[in-house]
């Protein structure tokens, strides 16, 4: 079946514009999550959603990023008045709610590449 | 706080010979610990898991990993390397209540020679 979609797969844009990146999950997964891999680190944890439960925003580098989850399904990444240090791999996964959810793998897109000038 | 150390940014081994990539991590309460895999230019790919249970887990591709609860570790090993292994492996460990949210470790990068 279709794994997570995310669009678009590289995005350039200049500072201080405004940038939306989309993840759409595998059907049926009731958890997404987004992720930032910068050159050389880690997986930075942004936020989480979880079916209708209020989202996960502790890892939110700051107020200029937002997320949104439209319909428990598609989900839109925003970061407004970019930065060159927002330049990174932003990556969504999600994973399904079935039984013991902690130990549910997630299924990574293949992320948008996202270089600010 | 959950985090994840990978002390190693990269390892190199011969092809046929056994890796072992490292993997140690500090989470409150019972730990669930996860490996992935990035092959260049793809997302992260799920390899195995480790929940309650046997300390040897197997995973995809002849993976297997060890829980050291007394080490806090987790290292990921396979018996015989190939070259098609060379990638970015990441090692990511969750509590077992409170934030779902998983923390990743800073990756290692596996180079097996030919």
């Known amino acids: 079946g279709a794994g997570v979609s995310q669009s678009p797969s590289n995005k350039v844009t200049e500072k201080g514009k405004d940038v939306e990146l989309r993840c759409d999950p595998i059907?049926?997964?009731?958890?997404l999550y987004w992720y930032r891999q910068s050159l050389g680190q880690g997986l930075e944890f942004l936020i989480y959603f979880q079916g209708n439960s209020a989202p996960d925003k502790s890892g939110l580098p700051s107020d200029r990023f937002s997320a949104e989850r439209t319909g428990g399904s598609v989900s839109t990444l925003t970061i407004q008045r970019t930065q060159q240090e927002d330049s990174a791999v932003y990556l969504c996964?999600?994973?399904?709610?079935?039984?013991?959810?902690?130990?549910?793998?997630?299924?990574f897109g293949n992320g948008t590449r996202l270089t600010v000038t | 706080a959950q985090s994840v150390a990978q002390p190693e940014d990269q390892v190199n081994v011969a092809e046929g010979n056994p890796l072992t990539v490292k993997c140690t991590y500090s989470?409150?309460?019972?730990?669930?610990l996860f490996w992935y895999v990035q092959y260049p230019n793809r997302g992260l790919q799920f390899l195995l898991k480790y929940i309650t249970g046997d300390n040897l887990v197997k995973g995809s591709y002849g993976f297997e990993a060890e829980f050291n609860k007394s080490q806090t570790s987790f290292h990921l090993k396979k018996p015989s390397a190939l070259v098609s292994d060379s990638a970015l492996y990441f090692c990511?460990?969750?509590?077992?209540?409170?934030?779902?949210?998983?923390?990743f470790g800073s990756g290692t990068r596996l180079q097996v020679q030919p």
């Open positions: 996964a999600s994973s399904s709610n079935t039984g013991a959810s902690y130990n549910s793998p997630l299924h």
């Open positions: 990511a460990a969750r509590m077992d209540t409170g934030r779902r949210a998983l923390t």
């Open positions: 059907s049926g997964h009731t958890a």
């Open positions: 989470v409150s309460g019972n730990p669930y």
